[in-house]
């Protein structure tokens, strides 16, 4: 039996990510209030096995939460073996979910009968509002002005919503959530699918403690096509006043014919608090208000001899940490 954190209450599409990727009867869902809450509780407490986070979304890209602590959870890292981090965390598989949102209140409402006097509240995960910029747009030229506030999660919201409910004159409380949530709520759905962008994605990740010597989760639902296909996430820092240091490290890629299939960056200040304990980066770097950590994701093809690889980035990098190797979910592969 396992225990897998992820962001609830229940009926977040986080909570549908845990569902897909741990369907087996017996699995114990526990929902935590906010997305650093579930790395916190997974590191923190040993009844949890995994957590499922969200990453990143078809139309609005990055969420950037979640970039965030894996960038934190490297800078401030406490265990280094020479110039790599080992956080207490790693990454063992992926999972994608299709957010079709809905637009839902307590019960049934008439939205062009409002007056432009009226106060109308949506709430939402704030990842939301950009898979639906358009929609909103045109909601707000019906009803007069809106107001977007952010939730903790998209179900968060919904019971936000129904707790407001629409008993004060002049104020309507709206919530973006997924239909699940509203049934789960007892909500009305209003209108849905309502994002800007159909087959609208978002991409999820499954973490537990380190086990270096344990392999990744299966690749679910399993397939001809996700049978070998690995792969490895890493994030790490560069001298930033070296032209070439970039290319450097993903010169180590091409040498070893590996596939990079992304990359992209985060900005950080140096906390004070940890300056004593990266020995790894140069002074000069230390003093910079403005530093940038990459987040690469490269095929993780077994003939590759990865000890090189990793020798290679190590010594081409001023610190950086793998942040484990997992089977692409066939769902990638998706046309749209
Ligand atoms: O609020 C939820 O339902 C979540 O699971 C979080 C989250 C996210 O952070 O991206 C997940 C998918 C949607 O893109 C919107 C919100």
């Known amino acids: ?11 977040t599409y986080s909570h549908q990510a845990a569902l897909q990727q741990f369907p087996d009867a017996g699995t114990v869902y526990t929902p935590v209030e906010t997305i650093p809450q579930c790395f916190e509780e997974l590191a923190n407490d040993k009844s949890l096995d ?14 950037v939460f979640t970039y965030d602590i894996l960038r934190d959870l490297m800078n401030g890292c406490e265990k280094y073996n020479g110039n790599e981090a080992l ?26 009968s409002f007056g432009k006097e009226t106060d109308v509240k949506v709430y939402s995960h704030p990842q939301v ?7 909103l747009k045109r909601l707000g030229q019906k009803v007069g002005s809106l107001r ?11 019971q936000m919503c ?25 909500a009305h759905i209003l209108d849905g699918p309502i994002n800007d962008k159909r087959g609208n994605t978002t991409r999820f990740l499954t973490l537990r403690r380190r086990k270096p010597k344990e392999p990744p989760l299966a690749a679910r639902p399993s397939s001809p096509i996700t049978k070998d296909q690995k792969v490895s996430i890493l994030t790490f820092v560069v001298k930033q006043d070296s032209p070439g240091s970039l290319v450097d490290v993903l010169n180590v890629l091409k040498e070893h014919q590996i596939n990079m299939c992304s990359i992209s960056s985060r900005p950080y200040h140096y906390p004070k608090e940890n300056e004593n304990s990266i020995q790894q980066e140069d002074t000069e770097s230390k003093k910079r208000k403005w530093q940038y950590i990459f987040f690469i994701e490269v095929n993780h093809d077994s003939s590759v001899d990865w000890t090189l690889v990793i020798a290679g980035i190590s010594s081409n990098s001023l610190k950086f940490c793998f942040w484990g190797t997992f089977y692409r979910n066939i769902r990638y592969f998706e046309t749209s």
């Open 1 to 11: 039996m396992v225990n897998v954190a992820f962001l609830g209450p229940l009926g």
């Open 50 to 63: 995994y957590a499922v986070v969200p990453l990143e979304n078809s139309t609005n890209g990055q969420v």
């Open 87 to 112: 956080p207490e965390l790693e990454i063992v598989a992926e999972q994608y979910v299709s957010i079709d949102l809905c637009l839902i209140a307590s019960g049934a409402i008439d939205l062009t």
């Open 129 to 135: 509002w950009g898979q639906t910029t358009n929609y």
């Open 148 to 158: 977007l506030i952010d939730s903790a999660s998209t179900s968060g919201a919904v």
């Open 162 to 186: 129904c707790e407001e409910g629409n008993s004060v004159a002049n104020e309507v409380s709206l919530a973006i959530a997924s239909s699940t949530a509203a049934n789960l709520h007892t």
